[in-house]
């Protein structure tokens, strides 16, 4: 255990905390993490009383050596892609947390609530404004995206 990086330390830590207790409509995927730490898969599921009740959605989280100093590279990826305002068709996701308003002090879990907030708080699903020359022009790590915020209160 001790050849663990701090990294990896604040990883495995996360990981067992999302298992015992997860924050509701989130699991973890845990065949997918098994040996890798740095790459994990979380169910998500849409709430009730949302306009994605009954659904579920996956999320890859990507972390490097830098976690938590550095934000995950999160995704929504499989066949369910939420159609959202600010997720983009290849499961890209526009939030404030996951680039520039990301801090050590955030967490898989705290990630994991407010991608489910923003879709909770979704009123119509449709995709984002610019989603076709996103999609077509972006880089493959969305982290590496300028994000502009069409609307703060999607």
Excluded at 10 to 25: A, V
Excluded at 38 to 50: C, P, R, V
Excluded at 72 to 80: D, H, K, Q, R, W
Aim: net charge neutral; glycine share 4%.
């Amino acid at each position: 255990m001790s050849s663990m990086s701090p990294s990896e330390r604040r990883l495995q830590k996360e990981l067992m905390g999302l298992i015992k207790e997860p924050p509701p409509g989130v699991s973890v995927d845990t065949e997918s993490i098994s040996q890798n730490l740095s790459e994990w898969k979380i169910n998500i599921a849409g709430f009730e009383g949302t306009l994605y009740e009954g659904e579920s959605f996956q999320l890859l989280f990507k972390f490097n050596n830098k976690y938590p100093f550095d934000s995950p590279e999160v995704t929504f990826i499989g066949s369910n892609i939420p159609v959202h305002p600010h997720v983009y068709s290849n499961g890209h996701i526009c939030l404030s947390i996951l680039t520039e308003d990301w801090s050590p002090a955030l967490s898989v879990q705290s990630v994991c609530l407010s991608i489910a907030s923003m879709l909770s708080s979704c009123r119509e699903k449709k995709r984002p404004p610019d989603n076709t020359l996103y999609v077509k022009t972006c880089n493959k790590n969305p982290k590496k995206t300028k994000w502009w915020y069409h609307d703060d209160n999607v």
